[in-house]
């Protein structure tokens, strides 16, 4: 059963890009990687998949290592509603883990 | 928006009583799930559906059951509440073709 794993904080100052990392090196070479966030008191919320090109979406983008053994969830610009729980699984996980919490600061 | 809903929002309740959590959905996915979110332990699985009458068990299952007689809702039942059972209970359903889930609101559950 693959399995992820990520930092369990990072902090980002306000404006500038953030990087968040997750390693997955037991993921099927066919399974896509999900990115998901999680606001203060609300479910969960899809922001962007990929399986082996670099993909960009009005939320983020996502870096995807050549092995897919990783991958980087790049927020470009930090605002303070970006503060939240990131969260990547493969598309067939159902275990989130407590993913990275990201703290930005004003 | 997926179009799913959760009710109640929020409901205490005492150790040994009956307590059923619906989930209702508007696009017709076959897929469903139920969650639970605790501190230190992320979202946790406890049951799925893969269509109506379909269920199976996640990794946290002791102590839930769940129906789906619609494809629309997909109910969770806990027989007789513990308060080990007290947190945040989050459903979703899959996207296809990419799996991608999409989570309700969650509902708040208190167990006394």
């Known amino acids: 059963d693959a399995k992820t794993t990520q930092p369990n904080s990072m902090e980002s100052n306000e404006e500038e890009p953030v990087h968040l990392p997750c390693n997955h090196s037991?993921?099927?070479?066919?399974?896509?990687i999900h990115w998901y966030r999680q606001l203060p008191s609300q479910g969960p919320e899809y922001v962007i998949h990929?399986?082996?090109s670099n993909v960009n979406n009005r939320m983020a983008s996502l870096a995807i290592a050549e092995d897919r053994k990783s991958s980087t969830l790049i927020l470009h610009r930090a605002t303070l509603r970006d503060a939240a729980v990131y969260y990547c699984i493969s598309q067939n996980q159902f275990y989130f883990g407590t993913g990275t919490s990201l703290t930005v600061i004003p | 928006d997926a179009g799913i809903t959760q009710s109640p929002r929020h409901k205490v309740t005492e150790t040994g009583t009956p307590v059923t959590l619906r989930c209702h959905q508007t696009e017709n996915h076959r897929y469903m799930y139920w969650y639970r979110q605790d501190p230190g332990h992320g979202l946790r699985l406890i049951h799925y559906?893969?269509?109506?009458?379909?269920?199976d068990k996640g990794e946290v299952s002791d102590g839930y059951s769940v129906s789906r007689s619609k494809t629309e809702d997909f109910l969770l039942t806990l027989e007789s509440a513990t308060s080990s059972q007290t947190s945040v209970y989050f459903c979703?359903?899959?996207?296809?073709?990419?799996?991608?889930?999409?989570f309700g609101p969650g509902t708040r559950l208190t167990v006394l």
């Open positions: 979703a359903i899959r996207g296809h073709p990419y799996n991608e889930q999409f």
């Open positions: 559906s893969y269509g109506v009458k379909d269920t």
């Open positions: 037991t993921i099927s070479g066919t399974d896509y």
């Open positions: 990929g399986l082996t």
